[in-house]
């Protein structure tokens, strides 16, 4: 695609960056012709297209770049930040007219591919301006229909200039092809500018009936698909094939109920002024309940409950946390079953014993046995490892958990006892080692011990995880690769492990749930511990407005800050795990403000939905600014400590 081109649909996908429109200009196009010989534009409105599978909207392109950019603390109009060739764009286009898009199926498209025609299209307040523009630009323009000019922008795309109905007399409709712009042109003119859609200042949809439609016959066939499948990696082992057969016939299953119930997916944004904050929505609607996707919304829609008192008196120094209720457990159960049948049966055709098979089962079997519904928070240190080697990262990078689990704490401590004999199993390593080359000495270890933990009455069981130094660093070097680490810099610059690391995990009863605590250090799990009983209640962090009210039978509804987010994203070597505290540190609000997320499920009939929202507020996006602007300039690497 030419860059021309290219430039110009990067423009109109980008539009939500706004930008101040300079006074119109004179027309300087060919003298209209006398309104007595001229046809008048068909301005009559068009229903959406049956085939319609996307459709979005900006509606204030200006006002929300202008209030988000305002709040980064980064002031800025569309002219200051688009290339120059382009900003003379604002003198045809209005930025405070709605920018919409819209895609179709290709009638024309066969076979499996999924290409549809796509359009987006932005407010021209004069038409007569746009094609003068056009014209000066040497684009070829032509006259297709009363009121309706084609303008090629290069061979690979194509605009047309057509009257419109909405608060511009024109827009500018632009796609890949005259084809993509010809199929939708009146629905993006005559008909996406009257839809209503919600109030939000941002909405897009994704509808999945078009496609159900095109394809139904292979949705239909996903079963026989599945048997074409299981030809070719089925084995001569008839118990094995019979696993096999469960696990991959199910998931065929639930792909084809899942595909025949996906009504839309719904992403819209929310200018919250008086509060200054960003509302994300998010939903996913479902047209039944055949799935097991749409069983367990449904169980969620009916049994979920606000969060627990007791996480509102967790340790106010975390910095993230969540809770959730607990659903669809029966299905979860029997969904491992089959997985443990499989593994079973795998193992067994490997030749290995019957006992270890046995604490192999049992190992994954209880992870269906400890799923419950859960709240906790976690946070940093309080007091940072000292040195730099791979233990101390790990301290650092785990900080501490803690939470409670609506599970006794027996079957807690029997999933961690299973795990840590297939840990200890010889024959099970031995195979390890001699079929997939995973060497006996990078295996962890994990050993247990009965503790004190007051002021509850039970016992503990402390269980520690010894990571051997090898391994260690191997999944050090792999989670700061994640995060951005320069390869040749500051991966370079860290100590290799010399001694083995440790994760503590602190279990203990509490009545009928149990009390789980996290952290490297053994001290600092049975110290995080005695928090979970008789803490204050957290003190909400500091907020220009209070958070929105909580619904009332909410799934989920995690919250965490600007770190916890930054801690899985790139820095290209600007700043590594280690020196992020120092970084948040330079921000205005120290990275402290927390994105508040929920969750529920909604049931209307036979119809469900999963609804979420996440709340950003100014602090988050002033921090997100100067984080920006740290790192563009260098000034990210924090100072070495003197």
């Not at 300087?28 to 009559?44: G, N, V």
């Not at 009257?194 to 139904?216: C, M």
């Not at 003190?539 to 801690?567: E, H, I, N």
């Amino acid at each position: 695609m030419a860059p021309s081109r290219c430039a110009l649909i990067a423009l109109l996908a980008c539009t939500a960056c706004g930008g101040a429109r300079p006074e119109a200009q004179a027309p300087t196009a060919l003298p209209p012709e006398p309104a007595s010989t001229r046809p008048a534009p068909d301005l009559s409105p068009v229903p959406a297209p049956a085939d319609l599978v996307m459709v979005g909207r900006i509606a204030r392109p200006r006002a929300l770049f202008e209030t988000l950019a305002g709040w980064a603390g980064v002031p800025a109009s569309l002219e200051q930040v688009l290339p120059d060739e382009l900003r003379e764009l604002g003198s045809i286009v209005s930025w405070d007219a709605p920018v919409e898009l819209a895609a179709v199926l290709d009638p024309e498209a066969s076979g499996p591919e999924l290409e549809p025609l796509l359009v987006v299209s932005v407010g021209v307040p004069s038409p007569a301006d746009a094609l003068a523009y056009s014209e000066q630009r040497g684009y070829r323009v032509s006259e297709v229909a009363p009121g309706v000019h084609r303008v090629a922008v290069d061979d690979d795309g194509v605009c047309a200039v057509s009257a419109a109905l909405g608060p511009t007399p024109a827009r500018l409709v632009c796609g890949g092809s005259w084809r993509d712009v010809e199929a939708l042109l009146p629905y993006a003119t005559r008909g996406l500018p009257g839809e209503v859609f919600s109030s939000d200042d941002v909405h897009f949809e994704l509808r999945a009936e078009p496609v159900r439609a095109r394809y139904r016959d292979q949705i239909q066939s996903i079963r026989v698909m599945a048997g074409l499948l299981l030809r070719r990696i089925g084995t001569d082992d008839a118990r094995v094939d019979r696993a096999l057969s469960e696990v991959v016939y199910g998931l065929a299953d639930e792909a084809q109920a899942l595909a025949l119930e996906l009504d839309r997916l719904e992403v819209s944004l929310r200018l919250d002024e008086p509060a200054r904050a960003l509302d994300l929505d998010y939903a996913l609607s479902l047209a039944g309940t055949g799935s097991v996707v749409g069983q367990i919304v449904r169980e969620a829609s009916e049994g979920a409950r606000p969060a627990p008192d007791d996480w509102f008196k967790l340790p106010a120094s975390g910095s993230s946390g969540s809770y959730s209720t607990a659903v669809g457990g029966a299905r979860i159960e029997k969904v491992v079953r089959a997985l443990a049948e499989l593994a079973d049966a795998y193992l067994e055709r490997e030749k290995l014993g019957a006992d270890t098979r046995k604490r192999i089962r049992d190992a994954v079997e209880g992870t269906a046995r400890i799923y419950s519904s859960y709240a906790y928070v976690s946070g940093p240190l309080e007091k940072p490892p000292a040195g730099d080697d791979a233990s101390a990262r790990l301290a650092q990078a785990v900080g501490y958990y803690l939470g409670f689990s609506e599970v006794r704490a027996d079957r807690i401590t029997q999933w961690m006892g299973d795990i840590a004999k297939v840990l200890g199993d010889r024959a099970f390593l031995a195979w390890l080692k001699e079929r997939h080359g995973l060497d006996a000495a990078m295996a962890p270890k994990l050993r247990s011990r009965i503790a004190r933990a007051a002021p509850f009455e039970a016992r503990a069981t402390v269980y520690t995880l010894e990571l051997p130094a090898a391994l260690l660093e191997t999944l050090m070097k792999d989670f700061e690769g994640r995060r951005g680490d320069d390869e040749a810099g500051a991966k370079a610059e860290r100590k290799p492990a010399a001694k083995p690391g440790k994760l503590t995990f602190v279990v203990v009863p509490d009545g009928e749930r149990t009390v789980v605590a996290v952290a490297a250090d053994e001290r600092v799990a049975l110290d995080t511990v005695v928090l979970a009983r008789g803490a204050a209640p957290p003190a909400p962090p500091p907020a220009p407005a209070p958070a929105p009210p909580r619904p009332p039978r909410p799934w989920s509804g995690p919250f965490g800050p600007l770190p916890d987010v930054f801690r899985w994203t790139p820095f290209g070597g600007k700043a590594t795990p280690a020196e992020l505290p120092a970084l948040m540190a330079k921000l205005p609000q120290g990275g402290r403000t927390p994105l508040v997320s929920t969750l529920r499920a909604e049931l209307a009939g036979e119809r469900v939905r999963l609804v979420g929202r996440t709340r950003v507020l100014s602090g988050t996006l002033s921090d997100a600014g100067a984080l920006v602007v740290l790192l563009s300039d260098g000034a990210g690497k924090p100072e070495p400590p003197r």
